[in-house]
């Protein structure tokens, strides 16, 4: 067998065949039925791992075939160490966001199909390597993203679709044009016109066109990440989201966006990435420094944790723009990482808003008396996120607050400001929850149940084995990254004289 | 043995992981657990000091390996364990007063609900402090620092019913943090001015050729903020005295014996840093001679017992931090080391003296105790006088050296203000000394006290014997055990011929010592002054004192209002308005165009999903066709 990643890809889909042809399903079943089909992706995905091999940096076990050859559109899949954490992050926390989603008991099948096809658009976004069979992927993504947040939302649900819709729409279009700018210009490639992302790598562009299409490509993905000043869209679409629509929204679909900027931004337009670095870094540091403090004052605990988002993946976006190995790479660790303590946070906050039916930290209090299972976990995640040595965050944050020393001693200083924010709204969030006296209608919930223990254990799991042994993906990371920043040819990144620095921060 | 001195942090970790999950089973028996997890951790310092001491002088430093844990490019940073002279020292020290702190708990906790918890969290606390203190990378040492203060966290936030103690315990995070992201950022200069994070490489002394000093004044001043929040210096002290809502042994253990220090073990970890840069180590004598005095002062006007104790902390550290700024490192360690003796003797007094009163803290309100719990105000007596410098104790030791080598360098300022702050040193802790045990009980909880168990007792007395003790070990600052010890690591303590004899200064500091006390027993305890009144008379300097010079006041309405407000504004005007105004300003240009404001509500999202796919895929056909 050598179609590990269509298999990967399309196993979801098994599952909505199910769905769809068992007329009169139970929901028990259907549940069953969709847990399985993520399971058994999840399992594909780790055979995929398996064969995935280290040395190598380019794209491994590539699948390609010819699609649509009137407009060169390929079939073409293929994995490198980017893509393929990014797969397993989604492949892992789909079967928790199904077990989450035990309790959603309106239209069930419907539900349940929706997240298995969701699945299925986000893997094949991040292993598509044909620019147009990305487009697609990455276009039905939203379909069901809609209908999760739309049909199984909150009250304000439809203001939260309709501004979801609209920022992505803005973004996609800028996607799309660009999409087919780049195609007709590659028609002066040896090869001849085509999508695949590995040719077009190699096109000669004016250096003013490769600007133009830079920043279409970024406004589609600026929006995904979010950075500021796009991302007002995600406190509104997480609020009002279900538990799972959050737990995979914060964790994967956010990851396209800097998923993006890394393998198309950067590949395809080196010369442009350059320039446009220091620019792109300052609204990575606004993003980090202004959603924390944003942050520091919601009352709602969705709305924190989105915020919080803001702020995490300015790290991300700050360390693909450094062009160092040790940004880089920690940027892409802080993908992976932010995916499982975000993820945990919305399934902890699902749990808590099962007992307490509020997200409004007023109204809350004292959960460590009544449950201390759950606001211990909650308070361990919390600090995950906050960067504590030890646990998963902090690994990549340090690197690319190191990678972004290296090259530019302000960014790097200011980026660590994020580190003392994060520790204030997070604690602080986790005292009006958990600590202080208890609220009277707050006196009788009941702790984890053995369902939400399955649920968290395994993603408590990897936050802890990836703080303490995080070579386990940096191993496979790295081969890559390295390759992406020595191809974006960035300057040397050797220090500055060291004699301004001292003055500079003596001064 | 020094392979296996890994075992150290391992055996409390051991001990923690049990405790977690297994703790409310366990009933009483979790203290004992944990207890024993902390023994057996200092059984096996003791034998890898042992097998130190048995080396020649110069081979005592071995790195042990245990795995690799980050590895970037050039970039890597390794689990390395590193066992010299000052970590044995280190790990000695905390495993020995930990296990004692551990087995006075036992019985000061008991009947808390939560017993298994609390010490679950202790056994945690001392495997951050045994990984901080034996960590050969400075990656390694920041995951130990930040996790005692994770430790810090949990235990001040014990009782988090308490709004006090969740507050203190969230201040005393966020406090320390600012500091320790300096520290990070230092961190990462270090590595990439001076190419590694292993303080092998690092503490070299060749690698004084590798930078411009201005180069190592930034790092030194970057770890030392960290050092700054951490060992609770001015101006970061704001969080140690509201770090008392914590139970009484975690003052002892951690706000008083050992994460406290961690900052004077950093500074003297890494002296070759600050001594490259010359700066630096004037910023840390000044900051230790400031806080000294500072922290004295206002631990003058408290009338809780604890909180004496806690600005007392503060002092004392600042008299350490005095002492490696002046080069002084040994002495400086050996001062840690009896200050962990003596304060964490004080404290346990202290939660002895809670313990037997119903929890009172208010020295106003002891009196006369000495008579109902002889025990624990023998040995109180033993700290304070070891505390105040008393000639022949462990604090004299201390404190006297520090002061001797500012006079015999030249340094008659700091000699000046730090006899000054010895003198203070002695007014506050014997008028602690006097109000809580000595006159008559002065409430119903003083005048009904009982005496502790012998669980709490047994340790206090093992303390009180290394409190008035302990010097055997500093008699001469060059022949003494503990400077011929550290030598190797932290070179010799300097020495100077200007002030005076080291006989008149020692004339001095008993003058100070011993006067400084007497007077405190003619205020609070010769019944010949009316201390309340004089009190009264003296006000508002008391009250002055009382709130630590108003800083905290100071800081709530210079940083913390003007963030909030900030804050506020960015998430209520900013975002909800300007940025989220626009883009709700677009959404309704588009739904006008439409000409469909009410179809909009529902079915809007799916039309123009649809009708988006369908024009994208008109146009990859158009585009298809021409191409």
Known sequence: MSNWLTLTTFLPLAGVVVLVAWPGIRDDAARAVALLAAVATFLMSLAMLGRFDNGVTGFQLVEEATWVDAIDLKYLLGVDGISLWMVLLTTFLMPIAILASWRVDDRVRLFMASMLVLETGMIGTFLALDLLLFFLFFEAILFPMYLIIGVWGG?????ATVKFFLYTMFGSAFLLVATLFLYAKSGSLPGGPTFDVRELVGLDLAPITARWLFVAFFVAFAVKVPLFPLHTWLPDAHTEAPTAGSVILAAVLLKIGAYGLIRFNLSLFPEASRSFADAISVLALIGIVYGGIVALIQTDLKRLVAYSSVSHLGFVVLGAFAFTEQAMAGGVLQMVNHGLSTGALFLLVGMVYERTHTRDLGRMGGLMSVTPWLGGTFLFVALSSAGLPGLNSFVGEFLVILGTLARNVWFGAIAATGVVLAAIYLLWSYQRMAQGPVPEEHRHHRDLSLREVLVLAPVLAAILAFGVYPKLLLDRIEPTTAQVVADVEAPPVSPPPSVPLAEEAGG | MTDAVWLVPAIPFVGFVV???????????????????????????????????????????????????????????????????????????????????????????????????????????????????????????????????????????????????????????????????????GIALVFLRLGSLDLSTVLDPGIEAVQPSGVFTVIALLLFAGAIGKSAQVPLHVWLPDAMEGPTPVSALIHAATMVTAGVYLVVRTHLFFEISGVALVVVLVVGLVTALYAALSALGQDDIKRVLAY????????????????????????????????????????????????????????????????TAGVAIAGALSLAGVFGLAGFFAKDEILVIASETGRATVWLLGTLGAL???????????????????????????????????????????????????????????????????????????????????????????????????????????????????????????????????????????????????????????????????????????????????????????AFLLGALALLAYVGVRG
């Not at chain 2, 980050?70 to 296990?99: E, P, W």
């Not at chain 2, 003797?345 to 008579?371: I, K, N, P, Y």
């Open chain 2, 312 to 375: 007392s902390t503060v002092s004392q550290l600042g008299f350490m931090f005095m002492a490696a700024g002046m080069r002084a490192y040994s002495v400086a360690m050996f001062m840690l080391a009896a200050h962990a003796c003596y304060k964490a003797l004080l404290f346990l007094s202290a939660g002895s003296v809670m313990h037997g009163t119903h929890e009172l803290t208010d020295l106003t309100r002891m009196g006369g105790l000495r008579r109902r719990m002889p025990w």
């Open chain 2, 424 to 610: 203070l040193s002695a007014l506050y802790i014997g008028r602690l000394v006097f109000l809580a045990f000595f006159g008559d009980a002065r409430s119903q909880e003083a005048e009904h006290a009982h005496e502790s168990p012998p669980v709490m007792l047994a340790p206090l007395v093992v303390l009180a014997a290394a409190a008035l003790g302990l010097g055997v070990l500093m008699l001469d600052p060059e022949t003494g055990l503990v400077p011929t010890f550290l030598e190797p690591v932290l070179g010799t303590v300097p020495h100077g011929d200007e002030g005076v004899g080291t006989a008149a200064l020692v004339i001095v500091s008993q003058v100070v010592a011993i006067g400084g006390l007497a007077v405190t027993w003619l205020v609070y305890a010769s019944g010949r002054v009316d201390w309340l009144a004089l009190r009264l008379r003296l006000m508002p300097l008391p009250r002055f004192l009382n709130r630590g010079m108003y800083v905290d006041d100071v800081y709530a309405a210079t940083v913390v209002a003007p963030a909030k407000a900030t804050s506020t504004f960015l998430a209520d005007v900013v975002d909800a308005s300007v940025v989220d105004g626009l883009v709700n300003a677009v959404g309704r240009l588009f739904q006008g165009l439409a000409g469909a404001g009410r179809r909009v509500q529902t079915g809007m999202v799916r039309t123009y999903a649809l």
């Open chain 2, 19 to 185: 405790n977690l999950f297994a703790g409310r089973r366990l009933g009483r028996a979790a203290g004992w657990l944990a207890t024993l997890a902390v023994a057996a951790a200092a059984a096996v310092a003791i034998g890898v000091g042992m097998e130190v001491l048995a080396q020649p002088a110069e081979e005592r430093t071995t790195v042990v390996h245990l795995f690799d844990w980050i590895g970037v490019g050039a970039f890597s940073a390794a689990a390395d364990l590193r066992v010299d002279q000052l970590s044995v020292l280190m790990i000695l020290v905390v495993t020995i007063v930990g296990a004692l702190i551990h087995l006075y708990a036992i019985g000061y906790m008991g009947g808390d609900p939560r017993f298994g918890r609390f010490f679950a969290y202790l056994n945690l606390f001392v495997f951050f402090m045994l990984v901080l203190v034996l960590a050969e990378n400075l990656l390694l040492l920041y995951v130990g620092w930040e996790g005692v203060g994770l430790c810090s966290y949990l235990l001040i936030g014990f009782w988090h019913e308490r709004t006090a103690a969740a507050n203190a315990a969230k201040k005393a995070f966020v406090t320390t943090r600012i500091g320790d992201t300096f520290m990070l950022v």
């Open chain 1, 155 to 159: 009250e304000r649900r439809v203001y």
